[in-house]
């Protein structure tokens, strides 16, 4: 089965540092997103991007974060400037229909610490 | 707004007993209703949805879900379950007009031998 693919598994950042977290989405989707998780709390959405723009977004995803496509395989998650609450397990996912029945496939995650 | 809770951290059960994960949501309009799967070190993997039609849906390796309109849970079962169906178990809501899944905190299952 095709797979969505995320690097790197692991990141470790000083405060105020920028990173950008990269993924490659399955080849086919046209819609992707980003999540994440707090270690012992839920799953939360972040964004999503359809058509290389911005389709709905939540309240984390303030101004510190930014996403992109810059060559039309990879989907960046890029945070300007990390605060400590930042560490958390970031999952990229693609699907080839938006909203209603469609079906999500997740990469297995990049876990960013930031100290 | 959409919202799914799942009331138990834990699932412990034996090999070869029936499996039940819980889970209840709550949306505006008719929900998209999905479960997933996450193994250790990896991504969260589709198990199976309910749009529309039967109650009662099939996913992979060997789950399913009852959907209950009334009661607004959509329980994953297993009827016999295997030591590596241990795993962390999300429920998702999506409304019809939505693009985002909402998660559950997850149910951690462990299947002892």
């Known amino acids: 089965e095709p797979e969505v693919t995320q690097t790197p598994s692991h990141q470790v950042t000083q405060m105020g540092q920028e990173v950008i977290l990269r993924c490659v989405p399955i080849s086919n989707h046209l819609y992707f997103y980003w999540y994440r998780q707090i270690l012992g709390q839920k799953v939360e959405f972040l964004v999503s991007?359809?058509?290389?723009?911005?389709?709905?977004k939540s309240e984390i995803f303030d101004d510190q974060f930014s996403v992109e496509r810059p060559d039309g395989s990879n989907f960046t998650l890029k945070i300007r400037s990390t605060k400590l609450e930042d560490s958390a397990m970031y999952f990229c996912a693609s699907s080839e229909e938006a909203g209603g029945d469609g079906k999500l496939f997740f990469g297995s995650g990049t876990q960013l610490s930031v100290l | 707004a959409q919202s799914v809770a799942q009331p138990e951290d834990q699932v412990n059960v034996a090999e070869g007993n029936p499996l039940t994960v819980k889970c209840t949501y709550s949306v505006s309009g008719n929900p998209y209703l999905f479960w997933y799967v996450q193994y250790p070190n990896r991504g969260l993997q589709f198990l199976l949805k309910y749009i529309t039609g039967d109650n009662l849906v099939k996913g992979s390796y060997g789950f399913e879900a009852e959907f209950n309109k009334s009661q607004t849970s959509f329980h994953l079962k297993k009827p016999s379950a295997l030591v590596s169906d241990s795993a962390l178990y999300f429920c998702?809501?999506?409304?019809?007009?939505?693009?985002?899944?909402?998660f559950g905190a997850g149910t951690t299952v462990t299947v002892r031998a």
């Open positions: 998702a809501v999506r409304d019809i007009s939505d693009y985002k899944l909402s």
């Open positions: 991007f359809y058509n290389n723009e911005i389709s709905e």
